[in-house]
């Protein structure tokens, strides 16, 4: 994977390159676009930060089907500096706008313990949405310990901690186009 980029230096090695994320993105948009053919409103709520990513290349795939979307961004944070959640979420950013009756789509990168999302989920379902569904471009099934309901995934990785297109340790990584394990010297270094 090395392309002579800063990072490959603490990269151990590559989860899911940069292509079948593409690749994938562009599968979940034509699912999700056939499932809300006709809807009005429809809005895709992105979990800031790590879906940052994620929201701007699925906004921009969906776009080339349709229906037409409205974009909001929500930042909650249970893993602050660590790799391991916390449980406690705090709103760091709120939605802009009122959703009740509106048709959401949330937008995660990653779902890993399910805390977070869980708890959004109750949070989006208390502002009276019509339906909440989910699009979540990774899962780690084997870390659940929170079952949530995800609708939409793009793919089912191992139990790691992992970083890349918008997944951080320390914020830092965000900003690989591929989803990879660091080597255990950067951890040592942190
Ligand atoms: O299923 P869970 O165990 O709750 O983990 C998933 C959440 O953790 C990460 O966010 P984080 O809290 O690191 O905030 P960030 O997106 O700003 O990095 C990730 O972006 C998910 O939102
Ligand atoms: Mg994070």
Redo the contacts with the bound molecule.
């Keep these: 994977m090395a392309d002579g980029s800063w990072y490959d230096a603490d990269i151990d090695h590559v989860i899911i390159s940069e292509a079948q994320i593409r690749e994938k993105t562009a599968e979940l948009a034509k699912q999700v676009s056939a499932d809300y053919a006709g809807v009005d409103g429809l809005l895709l709520v992105c979990?800031?930060?790590?879906?940052v990513m994620f929201m701007a290349d699925f906004a921009r795939a969906l776009g080339r089907h349709g229906p037409p979307a409205e974009l909001d961004f929500m930042?909650i944070?249970?893993?602050g500096q660590g790799t391991t959640?916390s449980g406690v979420v705090r709103i760091l950013k709120d939605l802009d706008r009122d959703i009740a009756g509106r048709h959401v789509v949330v937008i995660?990168?990653?779902?890993?313990?399910?805390?977070?999302?869980s708890w959004l989920l109750r949070y989006l379902e208390s502002r009276s949405a019509a339906s909440v569904e989910v699009v979540a471009l990774f899962r780690k099934p084997d870390a659940v310990k929170v079952p949530v309901p995800v609708k939409y995934v793009g793919f089912d990785i191992p139990t790691e901690f992992v970083v890349g297109y918008g997944?951080?340790f320390g914020e830092r990584y965000r900003e690989l186009p591929y989803v990879g394990v660091l080597k255990p010297e950067v951890y040592a270094r942190a």
């Design positions: 979990v800031l930060k790590g879906a930042a944070s249970s893993y959640s995660e990168d990653i779902v890993d313990s399910g805390l977070t999302l997944l951080d």
